[in-house]
C-alpha cells in the first residue's frame, strides 16, 4: 500500500485487509490502482518484444531521414563547393552517426522480437493491473504475475498502447526468453 496512507484499505468484495489489485482471499479486483500498492513480489527486468510502430519502425524511418538530411545535404554541397568547410565532415559525422545509432535501436527490437518467437518457451502469466508508462506517456504498462523457479515474481510489460487489453484476473500467455518477453493472444503473437 501507498505509505502516505494512514487508513487500511479492505476488499469491497470480502472484507480482506488489502495487499494487491486482486484479493488474494476471494480473487475479487479490488479497484485500488496498481502505482498505489508496494510489490509483493519481486519484479523481473523485462525486455518487451512486442513491435509497435513507436519501438522500431518509427526509429527505423526517423535514423533514414537523419542520415539522408544530415549526410547527403553536407556531401552535396562538399562536391558543388570549390572549397570544403571544415565544418561539413562534422556535420556528416555526427548527423550519420545520430542516425546509424537510431536505426540500430530500432532494429534490434525486432531482432528481439524474431529471437523470442524463434526459442521462446511459452509460460502462463496472471493480469494484476495497469499502470501509466513513465516513456510513453499515455501508455499502459500491464503487471503480470508469473512463475518461476524462485518462486512468484512481476513483470511491468510495457504495451505501448493507451489500451487496457487484458481482464485484471485473466491468464495469458507469455513467450519468454532469456530476459525477453513477448505477449501471445489466441495462438497468434500481439502485436499492439
Given amino acids: 500500500m501507498n505509505d502516505n496512507n494512514d ?14 489489485e486482486i484479493c488474494p482471499y476471494c480473487n475479487g479486483v479490488t479497484g485500488v490502482e496498481t502505482q498505489d500498492l508496494v510489490m509483493e513480489y519481486p519484479v523481473i527486468q523485462c525486455k518487451e518484444a512486442n513491435l509497435t510502430f513507436i519501438t522500431s519502425t518509427f526509429f ?9 538530411i544530415g549526410v547527403g545535404v553536407p556531401l552535396a554541397l562538399m562536391f558543388s563547393m570549390n572549397e570544403i568547410d ?3 565532415p562534422m556535420v556528416i559525422v555526427i548527423f550519420g552517426g ?7 535501436f530500432g532494429l534490434n527490437r525486432v531482432i528481439r522480437n524474431k529471437k523470442v518467437k524463434t526459442y521462446g518457451k511459452e509460460i502462463d502469466a496472471t493480469v494484476y493491473g495497469y499502470m501509466n508508462d513513465q516513456y510513453q506517456g499515455d501508455a ?6 508469473v512463475d518461476t523457479n524462485e ?10 498502447k493507451n489500451t487496457k487489453p487484458y481482464k485484471i484476473n485473466s491468464t495469458i500467455k507469455l513467450l519468454v526468453y532469456k530476459d525477453m518477453f513477448l505477449i501471445k493472444e489466441d495462438n497468434k503473437y500481439y502485436f499492439q
Fill in 7 to 20: 487508513k487500511k484499505r479492505y476488499c469491497p468484495n470480502c472484507g480482506a485487509p488489502l495487499t494487491s
Fill in 98 to 104: 545520430i542516425g546509424l545509432g537510431t536505426i540500430i
Fill in 60 to 68: 527505423i524511418i526517423f535514423g533514414a531521414f537523419f542520415i539522408l
Fill in 151 to 160: 518462486g512468484k515474481k512481476f513483470i511491468l510489460y510495457q504495451t505501448g
Fill in 86 to 88: 571544415i565544418m561539413l
Fill in 140 to 145: 499502459e504498462v500491464v503487471k503480470l504475475l
